[in-house]
């Protein structure tokens, strides 16, 4: 039917519905952020089809630019690997053909290429500088990774580095020191807030009018109390019985749950009342104190929370007014939605509007504080409202990263696996880690420390990888870690095996495992960019073979 | 070197068997573009690719095989094409046809060494099971839903088939709360969409899928008045396109129809009492109001606002199906149109006229936009979760074409930033599933000669030993049962029974029944000495086993979010898709926003998807 009818006359616009799918997970302003990008592809040796496949997952959503450096020709074998390269392709430069047919998919993103090599580029001092985020594809020396994640970390912009070799994909990331996040998406279930052991004058005053005569009610109005009303009213109840403490335990709340339960009329055709078994069923996810999350807490005891400056970021700016406000009344600002529940419209409504005009006024003491802040640092751009706002809903859940460097296997000597070194020789003894892989891939990475032509050589890798495996206990002994009747035969023998798979591969990339790593790669540099939910902090690791991905913070 | 050094080289000796293997996708949609794209790249020998849709603009932002110059042409046809510039070795075929079609037999099926399903439907998935099943073709099954995913391993006798986990079934809401007493925003959603529109712009007779009519007859007086209702709306479609029209409707549905309703007293006593709008006084207030508040898509319309947009879309609505009749000739079936959520008019239509609604009867409105979700039954999509699901559908590939199923797992993919991946080892089959846990054979039947009473007698009774007590079944009901045998000497073929439908045998016998036995037909005229009935193999049918077998775990949430979740946008079947994408109200949408909160059963949280599996699935260690 849809073929026989005329275009409509107005309608959203074309990129509104080439988008609607994807707005729906990260809304306009993701979208926007997205086209405010400008993404670098980096690939030197070695196919580079993850790199590509990485961008293509992101050319579709709708990134603003991308830059591919590529400084090879395109061969035979990337036929084979490299969907975005076909037989014309043979003998021009990869760069620019992958820029072609990657261009192509979305009319609304613009790409470029540099068929040069990076350490060439590199030589211009301010070559990074249009660039919002970059991603480095091993094989690279080590050298240009430490001159690009040095230049990188100092204008805050964000790195991954990837490995894609066989079965085995791998990428790390590195986040500015900062990165907080306001829109974490948290779990719709866990947002609701509805602080009822910490009832304000006008809940109380709502209970007071709904519930007070509960037992004179009419059975209609009896099973339309909304249920957070109830919980309010037992609660009374319970503290007149218990020296004014709420239910303290979970024993306390079941006895709790008893009492409401006990409330339910049951001599009505249901034999229950809808109301009442809502109120059973959320007295043990409500009845707890508000208490900030740790991440919550990371944020708030931040240094930059507590030293606002002239220049500090807007997120900062917030985050001390809230912070204040916390210390004010030992509580985040009320978010104000109120689920949906068995009540008569109106009602629902009231207690609505209690829950929402506390939320105003909880954002405008921040919205106060933020201005104050403004006015005595001399600001000269006010925060937005909106995104004031926007921080008082999710306060209770925001979060923030710190970016730290990943490792740069640079020189035979290994890397310094610093506070982590527990963390990773921890890892390191359980079986199903997928940090031997790791171990590998930085055993390879110190062979193409000075060149990345030659072939891997067994032998070399192997005693790279043990050398590894050494450091790494000695570092961890120096750390506290007891390495006494630790047994790493098996570790050592899972690193061997994977030296054994790269030997195989020897660099090849599978076009499929690509594929998979460049979607989950885009989808963290998606986060990343529209700073929109929680990205991985800060190296994934996954294994074809097994289907299992790792997440490490190493 | 060349072309397939790399897979030669990482896939080793499995490489020549890729290359020798024909295999068959279902559904171009997203994870579709990915798996092709894989595929070739793989370098399975054959590939065919079976659409029934056609590309729509809401695609391109990760369907990558098609471009906007591609709208509305075949996905099938277009993929191949796309997909076959970069890899002239592949043989690919593509059907621009319906999974469900005739043609795609049981035998068809069997020349697949193995099959994999990108596809948005529960109809269509459950079909390519059924046919994988009979066929024992292995299938590889799969589905997504914004960040999260799924990929299954399905073969027959060795692990868990789709439908050996219940699924949840589309939403349907009882008739009477649609029409009579709505108390949410979806039911007045499903009613401007599935009543409304349908009466004025579409054919009533079919009947929207989301009205459960399992309560009618204790309703019946309330069917009936409601019937005559229908009626009188169709008498004022007549005057479509006068200038009276949007008032003669809206003083029918939001006036005279519920000051009916609430005369009945008896619906109010627990309900508060529907308000009927007065057209002059609404239209009164919405003076100086312009049409183009529509744009305005997130937020929402007050009283005055929907009504502009109201009167303003059930004119332009009009005006389209007026110029549509005009170019139709006679004797054609009348034009009709269809709600589309992609299509502006019957989406600002279906908004507006819930919207009035809800504030008849006390309920919160929602935005255009939050509509469109909620009627078009939109899940939300992305290029990456595709990208990750069909890479991960080709490693599971890999495990079955070693024929190592012990490696195979059923994989997850989770918006968790510790485990990005997860997987669990598959599930032997549930002895208990309708459509595995039953024995499977290929019936030839001359249909010349047959009947049910060959079947039935020489066939199951004397050859297999069925004894009294059993019955023979098709999708529209029950054939022959011992209090049923009136057509046991009609020809199996004048009682609908064609090659390539499917007949079950449920044996009732109390003591030790056999499992279901389903036969698949296949018509071939055989010699006159020959029984016109015959099972071209031996076959075993089993015992039910004696033991009460567990209850049936549910499926993990995801399951229910991802696997079956329809999704209009890359549906395989078109035709379904009218009836899939329609019914199906998205569960977290009527979740947050019906008063189903309590359900925790529906919880289709993310958090919830994990699996955790010690040994195999994807392992955090942090400190
Ligand atoms: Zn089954």
């Not at chain 1, 660099?507 to 979607?519: K, P, Q, R, V």
């Not at chain 2, 599996?613 to 955090?620: K, L, R, T, Y």
Request: aromatic fraction near 6%; hydrophobic fraction near 40%; charged fraction near 25%.
């Amino acid at each position: 039917m849809a073929d026989s009818t005329p275009p409509p006359l107005h309608g959203p616009s074309s990129k509104e519905k080439k988008y609607d799918r994807q707005l729906r997970l990260w809304a306009a302003s993701g979208q926007q952020a997205l086209e405010d990008s400008h993404v670098l592809l980096v690939n030197s040796a070695g196919p580079g089809v993850v790199g590509v496949e990485t961008l293509k997952n992101l050319v579709l959503p709708g990134i603003g630019h991308f830059t591919i450096v590529d400084p090879a020709t395109v061969s035979e074998d990337d036929l084979g690997v490299n969907f975005f390269l076909d037989e014309e392709s043979l003998g021009q430069s990869r760069a620019k053909r992958c820029y072609e047919l990657l261009e192509e998919l979305n009319p609304d993103v613009e790409g470029h290429y540099i068929a040069e090599s990076i350490e060439n580029l590199l030589e211009k001092p301010d070559f990074l500088s249009p660039y919002t985020l970059i991603l480095l594809v091993a094989p690279i020396p080590a050298r240009l990774i430490d001159i690009i994640c040095r230049t990188a970390h100092q204008t805050g912009t964000p790195v991954f580095y990837i490995h894609s070799v066989g079965f085995y994909a791998h990428f790390s990331l590195l986040l500015p020191s900062a990165f907080p996040i306001v829109d974490t998406h948290p779990d719709p279930a866990s947002t609701t807030d509805l602080r009822l052991l910490e009832p304000w004058p006008e809940l109380s005053a709502l209970v007071e009018e709904k519930a007070r005569n509960l037992d004179n009610l009419s059975d209609y109005e009896h099973g339309h109390v909304p249920y957070v009303l109830l919980l309010l009213y037992y609660l009374e109840r319970w503290k007149k019985e218990h020296n004014g403490q709420v239910p303290q335990n979970y024993k306390q709340k079941s006895e709790f749950r008893e009492l409401v339960r006990k409330g339910a009329r049951t001599n009505n055709p249901e034999g229950g009342e809808e109301n009442f078994d809502e109120a059973i069923g959320a007295v043990l996810k409500s009845l707890h104190p508000s208490k900030l999350s740790s991440a919550a807490m990371e944020v708030f005891e931040a240094e930059e929370c507590q030293n606002i400056t002239k220049d500090s970021q807007t997120f900062w700016v917030i985050a001390a007014a809230i912070r204040k406000f916390y210390l004010d009344h030992k509580a985040t600002p009320l978010p104000g939605a109120v689920p949906d529940m068995k009540a008569q419209s109106a009602d629902y409504i009231k207690l609505q509007n209690v829950y929402k005009t506390r939320a105003r006024a909880d954002f405008h003491e921040v919205l106060q504080t933020v201005r104050t802040i403004e006015k005595n640092l001399g600001r000269t751009t006010s925060v937005d409202e909106k995104e004031v706002e926007a921080f008082c809903k999710g306060a209770a859940f925001v979060k923030l990263i710190r970016g730290r460097p990943f490792h740069i296997a640079g020189s035979k000597a290994g890397i310094n696996w610093g506070h982590r070194a527990k963390f990773a020789y921890q890892a390191l003894q359980d079986p199903s880690s997928l940090l031997p892989m790791y171990l590998g891939l930085l055993a390879v990475d110190t062979y193409h420390a000075e060149s990345v032509d030659k072939p891997l050589d067994e032998s070399s890798l192997l005693s790279y990888t043990s050398s590894l495996v050494d450091n790494l206990e000695r570092e961890a002994a120096a750390a506290g870690s007891s390495t006494q009747d630790v047994d790493l035969t098996e570790a050592k023998t899972q690193v061997s095996q994977v030296v054994q798979e790269l030997i195989r591969h020897d660099g090849a990339e599978l076009h499929n495992i690509s594929a998979l790593a460049g979607g989950m790669i885009a989808q963290e540099v998606i986060k990343v960019i529209t700073r929109q939910y929680i990205p991985i902090d800060n190296t994934c690791l996954f294994d074809g073979i097994g289907s299992r991905s790792s997440v490490l913070r190493l | 070197m060349g072309r397939d050094r790399f897979p030669k080289q990482s896939l080793g000796s499995l490489y020549s068997r890729i290359k020798q293997s024909r295999v068959l996708m279902v559904g171009a949609g997203g994870i579709g573009c990915e798996l092709l794209k894989n595929l070739v790249l793989t370098g399975f020998g054959e590939v065919h690719i079976i659409d029934l849709d056609t590309i729509d603009l809401s695609n391109l932002n990760r369907q990558f095989l098609f471009r906007h110059e591609h709208i509305k042409k075949s996905k099938a046809l277009v993929a191949k094409e796309t997909a076959g510039r970069f890899n002239p070795n592949v043989k690919l075929e593509a059907h621009h046809a319906n999974i469900k079609d005739a043609e795609f037999t049981v035998d068809w099926f069997k020349g697949f060494n193995l099959v994999f399903n990108a596809l948005d439907n529960l109809d269509a998935r459950r079909h390519v099971n059924k046919m994988c099943l009979a066929a024992e073709v292995p299938l590889i099954e799969s589905g997504t839903t914004g960040f999260n995913g799924q990929v299954q391993v399905i073969q027959r006798g060795k692990t868990e088939c789709y439908d050996c986990t219940p699924k949840q079934t589309p939403k349907s809401f009882p008739v009477c709360t649609i029409r009579s007493t709505p108390s949410q925003p979806i039911h007045c959603i499903v009613w401007a969409k599935s009543y409304l529109f349908t009466e004025i712009f579409g054919t009533s007779e079919d009947d929207a899928a989301e009205f459960d009519h399992s309560e009618d007859a204790e309703n019946a007086k309330e069917i009936e008045n409601l019937r005559q209702e229908s009626q009188a709306l169709k008498a004022i479609r007549d005057s479509m396109g006068s200038d009276e029209f949007p008032r003669r409707v809206f003083e029918k549905v939001f006036g005279d129809d519920i000051k009916r309703l609430r005369s009945m007293e008896d619906m109010w006593k627990s309900r508060r009492p529907p308000e009927a709008l007065d057209y002059d006084r609404v239209s009164q207030s919405a003076s100086g109001i312009d049409p183009s508040i529509s744009v305005k898509d997130q937020e929402n319309w007050n009283l005055a606002e929907n009504f502009v947009v109201f009167s303003d879309s059930l004119r332009r609505l009009s005006a389209r199906l007026r110029d549509t009749q005009a170019k139709v000739s006679d004797g054609d079936a009348p034009p009709i149109l269809s709600f589309d959520k992609d299509d502006v008019d019957t989406l600002d239509f279906v908004t507006a006229s819930a919207n009035l609604r809800s504030f008849i009867f006390g309920i919160g409105t929602k935005s255009k936009f939050d509509i469109k979700q909620m009627a078009g039954n939109i899940i939300p999509a992305i290029a990456t979760t595709n990208a990750m699901t069909a890479g991960l559908c080709v490693l599971q590939a890999f495990h079955v074409m070693r024929g190592d199923m012990e490696k195979a797992r059923m994989v997850f993919l989770t918006r968790s930033t510790e485990r990005v991946i997860s997987g669990e080892p598959l599930h032997a089959p549930n002895p208990d599933c309708p459509v595995c846990g039953v024995a499977q054979s290929k019936l030839v039947v001359d249909p010349t000669r047959a009947t049910l009473n060959d079947l039935v007698e020489s066939l199951l009774r004397l050859e297999l030993g069925y004894g009294e007590e059993f019955s023979v079944n098709n999708e529209v009901g029950i054939l022959y049962d011992p209090d049923l045998d009136d057509n046991l000497p009609k020809k199996l073929s004048d009682l609908g029974i064609k090659g390539d439908s499917f007949l079950t045998v449920v044996d009732e016998d109390d003591d030790n029944p056999r499992v279901n036995l389903v036969l698949s037909i296949s018509e071939q005229p055989l010699p006159e000495d020959s029984k016109p009935v015959l099972l071209p193999e031996k076959v075993e049918v089993p015992r039910k086993p004696k033991a009460v077998a567990p209850a049936v775990e549910p499926a993990p949430p995801v399951a229910n979010g991802v696997a079956h979740a329809p999704n209009a946008a890359d549906n395989a079947d078109l035709k379904r898709k009218r009836n899939a994408s329609d019914i199906g109200l998205e569960d977290e949408q009527i979740k947050k926003r019906g008063k189903v909160a309590e359900e925790t059963s529906h919880a289709v949280e993310e958090d919830l998807v994990v699996v955790e599996d010690s040994g195999n699935g994807a392992i955090v260690i942090d400190d």
